[in-house]
């Protein structure tokens, strides 16, 4: 399995950015599609966004297109999610977690489908 660490959380006003980032540790990242979740207060997990391994193939959930977009360098072992026009509701614990590339694009978006998880980070948005 690969190890993830997130990093880059924080609080921002609304309105404002962030950019997460995914380092992996290990030779097996190139091993692993990489997406992001988050899980606010009282919710369910919620899939964010995801990039293969090659970097050549990207999703992201339909609600957030346009705010949220992912991206990958395989030379620094680091996955990003760039966050813009932060909302309040964007509160939650962000999570990175890898997905074997052995299953293609299988279950991608579906956080069941996910192997190894790094611990989280904290957004939290004022209003």
């Known amino acids: 399995q690969v190890q993830l660490v997130e990093s880059g959380g924080g609080l921002v006003q609304a309105g404002g950015s962030l950019r997460l980032s995914c380092a992996a540790s290990g030779r097996t990242f190139r091993s692993y599609n990489i997406g992001w979740f988050r899980q606010g207060p009282g919710k369910e997990r919620e899939f964010l966004a995801t990039i293969n391994w090659s970097a050549v193939i990207t999703s992201v959930a339909d609600s957030l297109k346009g705010r949220f977009t992912i991206s990958r360098d395989n030379a620094k072992n680091t996955v990003y999610l760039q966050m813009n026009s932060l909302k309040p509701e964007d509160t939650a614990v962000y999570y990175c977690?890898?997905?074997?590339?052995?299953?293609?694009?299988?279950?991608?978006?579906?956080?069941?489908?996910?192997?190894?998880w790094g611990q989280g980070t904290q957004v939290t948005v004022s209003s």
């Open positions: 977690a890898g997905h074997s590339n052995k299953k293609g694009l299988q279950g991608w978006t579906d956080y069941q489908a996910y192997d190894s």
